[in-house]
């Protein structure tokens, strides 16, 4: 079993920037691959961001290239998420995601979720 459990949420202005963070326990983290995922009311929870177990590639969705960041220190066990230049579309409940095996943009691969935390980004 893996825990995870995020931080970092809160409310800011179109343009601001937050950095998500999520620590993992139960298992060796290197081992997984960890992803953000977010969802707005009403709609489905949809893929944000990829990082592979080492870090060695990461994965975005296509509104949020080039302003989204996803790391992770696998000493720390953490995964974070650096949000700039936020926007009202932004506005999402955030989950963080784990998986042993092989990550993708789909969240029935992962096996392993957050309870979530709340962005909310205002015009």
């Known amino acids: 079993q893996v825990q995870l459990v995020e931080s970092g949420g809160g409310l800011v202005q179109a343009g601001d920037s937050l950095r998500l963070s999520c620590v993992a326990s139960?298992?060796?983290?290197?081992?997984?691959?960890m992803a953000w995922f977010r969802q707005a009311p009403g709609k489905e929870r949809e893929f944000v961001a990829l990082?592979?177990?080492?870090?060695?590639?990461?994965y975005y969705v296509d509104s949020v290239k080039g302003r989204f960041t996803i790391s992770r220190d696998n000493a720390k066990n953490m995964v974070y998420l650096q949000m700039n230049s936020l926007k009202p579309d932004d506005t999402a409940v955030y989950y963080c995601?784990?998986?042993?095996?092989?990550?993708?943009?789909?969240?029935?691969?992962?096996?392993?979720w957050g309870q979530g935390t709340q962005v909310t980004v205002s015009s």
């Open positions: 995601a784990a998986t042993g095996g092989f990550g993708s943009l789909y969240a029935d691969n992962y096996d392993f």
């Open positions: 139960g298992r060796t983290f290197s081992s997984l691959d």
């Open positions: 990082i592979r177990r080492f870090g060695s590639s990461t």
